[in-house]
């Protein structure tokens, strides 16, 4: 069931978290599929709907004005000045797990994630679950698909990648599409006591400078040997159903046409006019959403193309924003081989390279 996420909608889904149910909602970030993060049994249904490992955490999402230390103990003072510099908003930050806690949501670790999300919906379906448990509630919350798969930024994408799941099983908030479209920054704050120092675990929209400025120290960008596991971090993720390789301008070219006369179809996703050979796909990509991101052999977005060519935002946050919607598009397409052209490697693309980069590595990329 998918609701227009009005009250009553926010109370039904806060009711069906409490009752240990599942519930998809918006996050500024991408969608997430939620259980109260207090009842193990809830949780293990996050695990299995996904098909996630058990030692693979899950973060915690906290409505505005949650007490810290519920959820984490030990918590180091620049904990408390990054909430008030980026809460609410996509920071998830890596605590010592306080022992009421599960260690479900952590895979075991005594460390907790927790985040408090900017988005409208995921704020007020937070503060009535909370206020049906009698003050103190969270959400575990990693993103509503299925494990390694590409994240879902519209109600459309969570419903479907779970088609088995119906409407008992799953409840699904609409709360529009995704503003940021890539998962949070993480960083890991649990280890000061031992003398590390902050580790950014997974880059996002929030900046390793961002947080420097708040903080008046880098955060090292190795996690080393002993960091605390965290979402996102296998090197393969985020992947589409179809192969997808990063490659050079000029590499995309020669590939292609190699793929194409052995009677394969490409499509490029690529900075500025498609090169030689290629045609706009803004046609079918528009006809392939409106297939909400699933694959469908029985119809033929192609026609006679062969090489589609994507024509990528050149601002980073632009990227991300239409990253993962893209690729469920392009999924559904039914080309053969998925071709990025490799983004600049420089600080304000280091997010986007992280996802697409494991994204390529599912295909040995």
């Avoid at 704050?189 to 903080?215: E, F, M, N, Y």
């Amino acid at each position: 069931m998918t609701l227009a996420a009005g009250p009553t909608d926010i109370d039904a889904a806060a009711r069906r978290l409490v009752a240990g149910g599942l519930v998809a909602f918006p996050t500024e970030t991408v969608y997430g599929l939620g259980a109260d993060a207090e009842n193990p049994a809830a949780i293990a249904g996050i695990y299995a709907a996904k098909g996630r490992p058990s030692d693979h955490p899950v973060i915690v999402h906290l409505a505005p004005g949650a007490d810290l230390a519920y959820w984490a103990k030990d918590i180091p003072d620049v904990a408390y000045a990054l909430v008030e510099a980026f809460w609410p908003g996509p920071l998830t930050l890596i605590l010592p797990r306080a022992d009421r806690i599960p260690d479900a949501v952590s895979g075991g670790q005594d460390t907790v994630g927790l985040r408090c999300p900017s988005h409208p919906v995921a704020q007020q379906l937070l503060a009535q679950f909370a206020r049906l448990k009698g003050g103190q509630g969270g959400v575990a919350a990693p993103s509503a698909n299925k494990f390694g798969q590409v994240s879902p930024t519209t109600a459309d994408h969570v419903r479907a990648e779970f088609p088995e799941l119906d409407d008992s099983r799953l409840l699904v908030l609409d709360g529009g599409a995704a503003q940021v479209g890539i998962e949070s920054t993480i960083l890991d704050v649990s280890r000061l006591g031992k003398g590390v120092p902050p580790a950014l675990l997974r880059p996002g929209h929030i900046s390793a400078a961002q947080i420097a400025d708040v903080i008046g120290v880098m955060p090292s960008l190795q996690a080393g040997t002993d960091a605390p596991r965290v979402s996102g971090s296998l090197k393969a993720h985020y992947a589409p159903h179809t192969p997808l390789v990063l490659l050079g301008r000029d590499e995309i070219q020669t590939a292609a046409q190699r793929l194409v006369a052995k009677g394969s179809s490409v499509v490029a996703v690529g900075f500025g006019n498609p090169p030689v050979g290629f045609v706009p796909a803004d046609t079918a990509l528009r006809h392939a959403e409106k297939n909400e991101g699933a694959r469908d052999p029985g119809i033929d977005f192609l026609g006679n193309a062969r090489l589609l060519w994507v024509q990528a935002p050149e601002d980073p946050h632009a990227y991300a924003h239409a990253l993962y919607a893209q690729l469920r598009a392009i999924d559904a397409l039914g080309a053969d081989q998925i071709m990025l052209e490799r983004p600049p490697e420089t600080e304000a693309w280091r997010a986007v390279n992280d996802r697409i980069g494991r994204a390529a590595a599912a295909f040995g990329g």
